[in-house]
Structures are given as C-alpha cells and as structure tokens.
C-alpha cells in the first residue's frame, strides 16, 4: 500500500472504533432512560462498528504493514430524547459513508487495487447501515411521543437479531 493510503486506512479504524464507542455510549444513555430494547440494539450496533475496525486492522496486517493504533475520542453522552440518539446515529452513519468513498476515491487514485477490493465491501455495507438507521429514525417521529408506541417500537428494536458475521480481510 502507498503511503497515504496506510494513513487514511488507520484514520478509518479510528473512526470504526470511534463510531463503536459512540453507539455504546447511546446505549449507556437509552438504558439508563429505560430504554431496554434500544439499548440492546445499540449494543449490537457498538460490537458491529468493533467489528468493522478488526475488519481494517487485520486487512493492514494481511498487507504486512505494522498497524498503528489512534487514540479514540471521547462521545457525546447527553441527549435530549430517544429520537435525537438515533438522529445523531444516522447523521454518524452519513459520516462514515463520506469517509468511506474519499478513502476509496483514495486508493482509486493511488492504484491500490487491493484496498479498493476491501473498501468495496464497506460501500455496500454504509448503504445498509444508513438505510437501517434512517427507517428507525422515521419510525420514531411516526410515533411521537405516544408512549404506547414508543413501547412497541423499543421493544422491537429489542428484537434484532444476529447478523452475519463480517467477512475476513
Ligand atoms: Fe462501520
Ligand atoms: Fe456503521
């Protein structure tokens, strides 16, 4: 890999794990507002993004380049309703995504077709993710502040199940 490309690659493991400890921050938050089910999903969603991460560090190491790990930032823990965590998800997600396709643009540019063949998958993987997120997000203004329906709706976030696991490097 070039130069730049390593660089930018380490730069987006720092945003995979920073991303993980934004979403278990928003689950430290539903759950302490007893949301149970959202934080349950957001858990899941933490592990996925620690995934994502492992995903880029091993592809470094399977390059036969030393990984340098960042630091992690610190993530925003306060928030004003239910809606505005999974607001603020989406908006992460959107994030990710502008992150993912310059480092692609990137590596295009750079020749790197190994690290295009990997970043490939993580396209993929931001239209899902971003797709998921905003159908939540719209579920939540449907409902309001019905609590009845609020109810329903944390406890089909509750819900999720296990996703396939993430492909190795
Ligand atoms: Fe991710
Ligand atoms: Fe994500």
Wanted: charged share 25%; aromatic share 10%; proline share 5%.
């Amino acid at each position: 890999m070039t130069p730049p490309v390593l660089e930018a690659i380490t730069r987006q493991i720092a945003a995979e794990f920073n991303a993980s400890f934004s979403y278990l921050a928003m689950a430290g938050w539903c759950e302490h507002h007893k949301f149970m089910g959202a934080g349950r999903w957001l858990r899941m969603q933490s592990e996925e993004e620690h995934e994502h991460a492992m995903k880029l560090f091993d592809f470094v190491l399977a390059r036969n380049h030393p990984v340098k790990l960042p630091g992690v930032e610190q993530p925003g823990s306060e928030f004003d309703s239910i809606v505005d965590v999974f607001e603020r998800a989406l908006a992460q997600e959107q994030g990710v995504s502008r992150q993912i396709d310059a480092l692609y643009e990137l590596a295009f540019n750079e020749k790197v077709f190994a690290a295009m063949a990997e970043l490939q998958w993580f396209i993929t993987e931001q239209v899902e993710e971003e797709k998921t997120v905003r159908e939540i997000v719209a579920k939540f203004h449907m409902v309001r502040n019905d609590p009845a329906s609020l109810l329903d709706l944390d406890r089909e976030l509750g819900g999720r199940g296990p996703e396939p696991a993430v492909p190795k490097a």
